[in-house]
């Protein structure tokens, strides 16, 4: 059985920076591309990051030069580094897997709630 596990949110000032981290298990996790993505109160789920294999990310405009995505194969870990944080980024923020040669994200974790103040 897959499970994706986030934790690291909370809330955080303007300019703030926050951790995520995301446990992979039940799956051959160096098999998968982990991305990161996030929903606002009454917005669409968005595309954040993706790590589509170490040292290869790819990032939402929205995001690039603030976040970072990083992964550990040893540890079946995803992290995602937020830094100088502004209220447009709180959202739920979930994990995904996706087979490297699937179409779709296969797997999502629960989300976490990142919480941003003005």
């Known amino acids: 059985q897959v499970q994706l596990v986030e934790s690291g949110g909370g809330l955080v000032q303007a300019g703030g920076s926050l951790r995520l981290s995301c446990a992979a298990s039940?799956?051959?996790?160096?098999?998968?591309?982990m991305g990161w993505f996030r929903q606002a109160p009454g917005k669409e789920r968005e595309f954040v990051a993706v790590?589509?294999?170490?040292?290869?990310?790819y990032y939402a405009d929205s995001v690039k030069g603030r976040f970072t995505i990083s992964r550990d194969n040893a540890k079946n870990m995803v992290y995602l580094q937020m830094d100088i944080l502004e209220p447009e980024d709180t959202a739920i923020y979930y994990c995904?897997?996706?087979?490297?040669?699937?179409?779709?994200?296969?797997?999502w974790g629960q989300g976490t709630q990142v919480t941003v103040s003005s």
């Open positions: 995904a897997a996706k087979g490297r040669l699937a179409n779709e994200y296969a797997y």
């Open positions: 039940g799956l051959t996790f160096s098999s998968y591309l």
């Open positions: 790590e589509r294999r170490i040292g290869n990310p």
